[in-house]
């Protein structure tokens, strides 16, 4: 082989039983594609190769030796691909005393050369997608860049390799889980009793982020390369106010994730972020670091982008008052009674634009309440949360009062 | 190199021509940037902008970015790159983890140009904190006072600071120099006759038995400060006195103060005001109760005498908070008062000079068990 991730080399021997012209690698195969290597969650890389082999007619015994790399021997797959019908693989043979070998049992109606698939899982391959958001608040943009970065720690070096990044929920199955006729082995250096299986995977909806031409991978090394940019995607800003969450108001950058607008419908893969925030002077100002959770096509983008400065909140429970008290027939023992507590929230906005704000209320205590009266309309979010939207004047303040009568309260 | 003797540095080397093997040019660019931007927040490591001029070939250009004291976040090094004609983009950074502290960038140009490099990084290890200083002009006149703002930046990032702007929230230095290891005090601003309103405050929960002086400074649009941000820092309020240096009257936090809100200090007790709380009584009434004669429910009446003593030569007024916790209602009260919460009221007391006043307030709890 002229490459391979753990540089396995293709040796050739007759069978005894066939004793015809050895196979060997083709001199010349130029035309043979780079190495590809599908990098998975939880360091899996499956590599993919093509060799040229000549093969002579007959039965003939091809030895692969996995020297470096970190390879799982047991998942070798190998697929003739140009003359299917009249080269096929009879047995792939492993030996307790050369585990890092594989003899590939093949046979072939005439001479011929052939393209042999060569394809295995490895270990030491890493991907991570980094994003770099910026959020210009003038024009109400986001400039979101996508990076997608491959690290080689598997002690191999690929001189040009085809890469691409596959996320997802990727289930794997230990061969030793599927041996038939004995218990698992717990040892994994000891030898297996049956040649185990091909590891198989159930790729269920997974995305795939490709790098691009094909990019020389040493060991060591860590590349990364843009693979996604978006510039100036139109953005909302939601101001946001949970006692519960954050002691102060928040903002949430949204932006729209659907064909022809926004982000234009695209899968955003899991990766960490780089937030910052571009001013009208052109400087750019931190804002956090932190994460992108999956994001499929069709959901709005949502990035959390601190406290808002020029906003201030006070939050007070100005009254409470206890009613219909209820007390047992038997025992005349309290067994509930009825709260009304009443809130007020003034919000100030120093800012020179009115902004939108969200205003999240937890009513503790009891899931039976009924706002009986309120400022500003309330949406019933779940059984135990109140919603309040409403606008924050420009250099105002808005003031929620809102009362809720808890019944049915437990002492 | 450049990389020893400062150790945060752009290699420098001139452009060399490709090699046919390479496919790209390692450019060199100045070591010094023409210009460094320290961006320091309160809740995050310092946000470096260092520009530099550099000359980029057609085709791929490979930067290296060196850094081997620096505290710096690797993950947040980024380059960006504005050609004079042309475009170029950064297709690729590699790091090469044998050679520790060190990233290469690959631009793609599309001719010869020159071209300004922003080089973006978090940095650690550059600390500030700011200092307020409160000058009233005596202590009989506290309607303004002079303040000053000190911001003192300190760095421990391990990298030469020189002649850099320094942004931080609340004002900018705009030429700061600082080696490794070094602090430097500047003053941000002075400002003659902001506006104070003292205040007299007894919370036993706050600030204990004695009477607090609370000092309130606003942040007022079109007032003397008008800041888009005062950041949280110590305060010290002086007061000038008729017989030399200024006498120190406390110390307090000054919280981070967005324009448009007011900072409350507490800068000691005012031991003239004496305040004696007298529970008066203390009820149950209304019990309800179980079949084992337990009560299970009953209403509570309390009232509470205060007898406040001003010492001062002057006329002034006390708020007195009073928690009863909730529910609450009040039955009645002989000085003004208003509830903020639920669970409490703050009861203003006018105090005439030298003299003693009472005050006295009712109150019911109904409905407790």
Redesign the interface.
């Given at each position: 082989m002229k490459h391979s991730l753990l540089a396995a080399a293709l040796l050739a021997s007759c069978l005894a039983a066939a004793p015809r012209a050895p196979a060997v690698p083709a001199p010349s195969a130029p035309s043979d594609p780079p190495p590809r290597l599908a990098i998975y969650p939880g360091d899996l890389t499956l590599v993919e190769e093509i060799e040229t082999v000549r093969l002579p007619a007959g039965r003939t015994r091809v030895r692969l030796d996995f020297v470096r790399g970190n390879a799982d021997v047991a998942s070798l797959d190998v697929v003739p691909l140009d003359h299917p019908a009249a080269v096929r693989v009879v047995a792939l043979e492993r030996r307790d005393d050369l585990p890092n070998a594989t003899f590939v049992e093949l046979e072939a109606d005439a001479a011929v050369a052939e393209r042999l698939r060569i394809s295995y899982a490895a270990h030491g391959l890493s991907s991570a997608v980094?994003y770099?958001a910026v959020h210009d608040a003038g024009a109400r943009t986001l400039d979101l860049l996508q990076?997608l970065e491959v690290t080689n720690g598997s002690g191999e070096s690929f001189e040009a390799a085809d890469v691409q990044s596959v996320f997802g929920d990727v289930k794997t199955v230990s061969p030793a889980a599927v041996l038939h006729g004995r218990a698992p082995d717990p040892d994994p250096a000891a030898p297996a009793g049956l040649p185990a299986p091909p590891m198989r995977q159930e790729l269920a909806e997974h995305t795939t982020v490709a790098f691009g031409e094909s990019?020389a991978l040493?060991a060591?090394?860590?590349?990364?390369?843009?693979t996604l940019a978006h510039a100036a995607a139109p953005a909302t800003i939601e101001y946001r106010y949970d006692a519960a969450v954050h002691p102060r108001i928040t903002r949430v950058l949204k932006v729209e994730n659907r064909e022809g607008a926004g982000l234009g419908g695209v899968t955003l893969q899991p990766g960490?972020l780089?937030l910052?925030e571009r001013r009208a002077d052109g400087?750019?100002?931190?804002?956090?670091?932190g994460a992108v959770a999956h994001l499929p096509p069709g959901k709005e983008l949502e990035l959390e982008a601190g406290v808002a400065?020029?906003m201030?909140v006070e939050r007070?429970?100005?009254?409470?008052?206890?009613?219909e008290?209820v007390?047992?027939e038997?025992?005349?023992?309290?067994v509930s009674?009825a709260v009304e507590?009443?809130y007020r929230l003034e919000i100030?906005n120093?800012a020179a634009e009115a902004r939108p704000l969200v205003v999240t209320e937890h009513v503790a205590g009891t899931t039976t309440f009924e706002v009986v009266e309120s400022t500003v309309p309330a949406t019933r979010k779940d059984q135990s949360t109140l919603q309040f939207k409403a606008e924050v004047p420009a250099?105002g303040t808005l003031e929620l009062r809102y009362r809720v009568k808890k019944t049915n309260v437990q002492? | 190199m450049t990389a020893i003797l400062a150790p945060f540095a752009l290699l420098a080397a001139l452009a060399r021509p490709a090699a046919p093997d390479e496919g790209f040019v390692e450019l060199t660019v100045p070591a010094k940037p023409d210009a460094t931007t320290l961006l320091l927040t309160s809740d995050a490591p310092a946000s470096v902008v260092e520009t530099r001029a550099v000359s980029l070939v057609r085709g791929t250009n490979r930067l290296r970015f060196d850094w081997s004291r620096e505290r710096v976040d690797e993950g947040s090094v980024r380059f960006d790159v504005q050609p004079a004609a042309g475009t170029a983009e950064i297709a690729a950074r590699t790091k090469i983890h044998r050679l520790g502290g060190m990233l290469y960038f690959d631009v793609e140009a599309s001719e010869d140009t020159a071209a300004t490099l922003a080089t973006r990084y978090l940095l650690y290890g550059v600390g500030w904190r700011v200092d307020y200083v409160g000058l009233l002009p005596s202590e009989g006149a506290p309607d303004a006072l002079a303040l000053r703002l000190d911001v003192e930046v300190t760095n421990n990032a391990g990298k030469d600071l020189e002649d850099a702007r320094v942004r931080f929230e609340g004002g900018e230095i705009d030429h700061l120099s600082l080696r490794p290891g070094e602090r430097r005090q500047v003053e941000v601003f002075r400002l003659e006759g902001v506006p104070v309103i003292r205040r007299y405050l007894w919370d036993p929960a706050r600030f204990g038995g004695t009477p607090a002086i609370q000092l309130e400074i606003e942040n007022a649009p079109g007032g003397p400060i008008a800041r888009e941000l005062l950041p949280a820092g110590k305060i010290r309020i002086f007061a000038a006195r008729a017989e030399g240096g200024p006498a120190l009257l406390g110390e307090d936090v000054f919280p981070a103060t967005p324009l448009g809100e007011k900072a409350k200090l507490a800068t000691g007790n005012a031991r003239d005001l004496v305040v004696e709380r007298i529970v008066l009584q203390v009820g149950n009434e209304n019990e309800r109760r179980d079949r084992w004669n337990k009560v299970v429910a009953y209403d509570q009446r309390a009232k509470v005498r205060f007898k406040v003593r001003n010492g001062f030569s002057h006329d002034t007024t006390l708020t007195l908070f009073e928690t009863p916790g909730a529910p609450l209602e009040i039955v009645s009260c002989s000085a003004p008062y208003e509830r903020k919460k639920a669970d409490a009221i703050e009861i203003q007391a006018a105090l005439p000079a030298g003299q003693e006043t009472i005050v006295e307030i009712e109150w019911l709890r109904k409905n407790l068990f």
């Open positions: 980094h770099l990076g990019v040493p060591g090394v860590t590349i990364r390369r843009p960490s780089y910052a400087s750019e100002r931190f804002l956090r670091t400065s020029d201030a007070e429970l100005l009254d409470l008052a206890r009613t008290l007390f047992g038997y025992n005349r023992a309290l009674y507590e009443g100030r120093h250099g002492p | -």
